[in-house]
């Protein structure tokens, strides 16, 4: 069973600066070709949004509001989402996501079976 855990969320002010870090663990021998990881978020009283994408080939895919702002990498034991120049709107609930036997990123956010716990990120002056 793949597990997820998320780490490095916070508090920072318009312009700041935030690492998020997910362990991930559980993934079946011979899927190492054949994975997507992905960060998503969660705002108060809206819908969970994807936020970037990578597969197991490196590509990877930004909504275009994170565009040249996020950085994700990393791979299906760790996964980083290094985020820079955060806008008050990148306020939410971080959740690490998962799928393996896959040679394409789920299109959609129910193509992933595995998620973590999320982390809380809040950008406020």
């Known amino acids: 069973q793949v597990q997820l855990v998320e780490s490095g969320g916070g508090s920072v002010q318009p312009g700041g600066s935030l690492r998020l870090s997910c362990a991930a663990s559980?993934?079946?021998?011979?899927?190492?070709?054949?994975?997507?990881m992905g960060w998503f978020r969660q705002a108060p009283g809206k819908e969970r949004e994807k936020v970037a994408t990578i597969d197991a080939y490196g590509n990877t895919e930004y909504t275009d509001s994170v565009k040249e702002r996020f950085t994700i990498s990393g791979d299906n034991t760790n996964l980083y989402l290094e985020m820079v120049s955060l806008k008050t709107e990148d306020t939410g609930t971080y959740y690490c996501a998962a799928q393996q036997w896959v040679w394409l990123c789920p299109a959609e956010i129910r193509g992933f079976g595995y998620w973590g716990q999320g982390t809380q990120v809040t950008v406020s002056s």
């Open positions: 559980g993934f079946e021998s011979g899927s190492s070709s054949s994975y997507c």
